[in-house]
């Protein structure tokens, strides 16, 4: 569909950022089949384009809104043409560089935070006034173990991480007495094409040996699948806080690199 073509309107509406590639990709493909109409947004076009189109080969309803989280003008006029929402999922974020505090690049940091932050209060606010008028309602920001504890190289996007937890956090104070369910998930290690890619300014080596036999990783689809279970809980139900990791993961920086014994596995 394209952005002058509004969903159905018998289906609960759920807007994605950061919907065009891995993470929010797979929460797109994965409230669809749970019965949602989704808004996949994000700055490209092109990949917005690709999940709708799988989507709706899959037989869901879908459409493609392109919205920059960091800029305000673009997320008051993007969210302005939805005129409902019963879900949000603030996944637009992401990680830049791996250095020390001493060494931390300013540009980056600031970088990591008008998305992974200010993003997520910017879209909360536009779309608060859609989620009141939805029995539906749920916020879920997507953090990451980053946003609990700490790790030599990884500050910037750590405090990042740590402020848009905070914000959920936070939101669920405020909100308390309305029917509006604000949950963080925080996943640990996963696999996407672009995450690591991205934040080792595309070093494709480099971004490979995060992974190098670690035994299974998660991936997008893993994410997707928490989203969809706490969205579809009772509206009564709020999990304020779910943490999801590898089993080769014990921490962010205790991972397992080799095989793990499954063979007594029942």
């Known amino acids: 569909m394209t952005d002058a073509t509004p969903p159905t309107q018998s289906r609960p509406l759920a807007l994605i950022t950061g919907g065009g590639t891995g993470i929010g990709a797979a929460i797109a493909r994965r409230l669809s089949q749970d019965g949602f109409d989704v808004v996949v947004a994000g700055r490209r076009r092109e990949k917005l384009d690709e999940v709708v189109a799988s989507v709706e080969v899959a037989g869901g309803s879908a459409r493609a809104l392109v919205m920059d989280v960091t800029d305000a003008q673009s997320v008051a006029e993007s969210v302005a043409t939805l005129g409902r929402c019963d879900v949000v999922v603030n996944n637009a974020g992401g990680a830049l560089g791996v250095t020390r505090v001493e060494d931390g690049d300013a540009d980056e940091w600031e970088r990591m935070y008008a998305t992974n932050v200010v993003g997520t209060m910017r879209v909360t606010q ?26 030599e190289g990884g500050a910037g996007y750590v405090a990042a991480k740590h402020g848009t937890s905070v914000v959920s956090e936070t939101l669920r104070l405020e909100l308390n007495g309305e029917n509006i369910r604000v949950v963080d998930i925080r996943p640990g290690m996963v696999r996407t094409e672009e995450f690591s890619l991205t934040r080792l300014h595309g070093d494709q080596a480099a971004a490979d040996k995060v992974y190098d036999n670690v035994d299974r990783p998660l991936v997008a689809d893993d994410v997707a699948a928490c989203v969809g279970f706490v969205v579809g809980l009772p509206q009564h139900v709020n999990i304020d806080t779910m943490v999801v990791k590898p089993v080769a993961q014990a921490a962010p920086h205790k991972i397992h690199r080799g095989p793990i014994d499954w063979k007594d596995a029942r």
């Open 126 to 151: 536009a779309v608060l006034p859609l989620l009141r008028r939805s029995a539906r309602a749920t916020i879920v920001d997507i953090s990451s173990i980053a946003g609990e504890r700490v790790y």
